[in-house]
């Protein structure tokens, strides 16, 4: 079982910047590729960023592309997500994933096997 923390999520105004953390203590944490997924109220549960093992590999939702960024810091076994130009329509619960599989551009929540417990972020307009 892996447990992740994930912390940063609050309230900004639209234009604004969040960075939210997701530690996993206690693991060999680069064995685990890492995403973010958010969840709107009423919508499903979709795809914003994911990071290779290694940190090398970055993909991210066209929705959110040039504006956030994923990285990694495996030394501190936490995963980032930098949230710049935040808009509105990026309010959400955003949870952090983990798996050990070695697929790259892993984009369906169906494929990570451990997830946090999410953390609000509210955007104002």
């Known amino acids: 079982q892996v447990q992740l923390v994930e912390s940063g999520g609050g309230l900004v105004q639209a234009g604004g910047s969040l960075r939210l953390s997701c530690a996993a203590p206690g693991r060999p944490f680069s064995s685990y590729k890492m995403g973010w997924f958010r969840q709107a109220p009423g919508k499903e549960r979709e795809f914003v960023a994911t990071?290779?093992?290694?940190?090398?590999?970055?993909y991210y939702a066209d929705s959110v592309k040039g504006r956030f960024t994923i990285s990694r810091d495996n030394a501190k076994n936490t995963v980032y997500l930098q949230m710049d130009s935040l808009k509105p329509e990026d309010t959400a619960v955003y949870y952090c994933?983990?798996?050990?599989?070695?697929?790259?551009?892993?984009?369906?929540?169906?494929?990570?096997?451990?997830w946090g417990q999410g953390t609000q972020v509210t955007v104002s307009s």
């Open positions: 990071i290779s093992k290694s940190g090398v590999g970055r």
């Open positions: 994933a983990a798996d050990p599989s070695d697929k790259i551009r892993a984009t369906r929540w169906q494929e990570y096997n451990y």
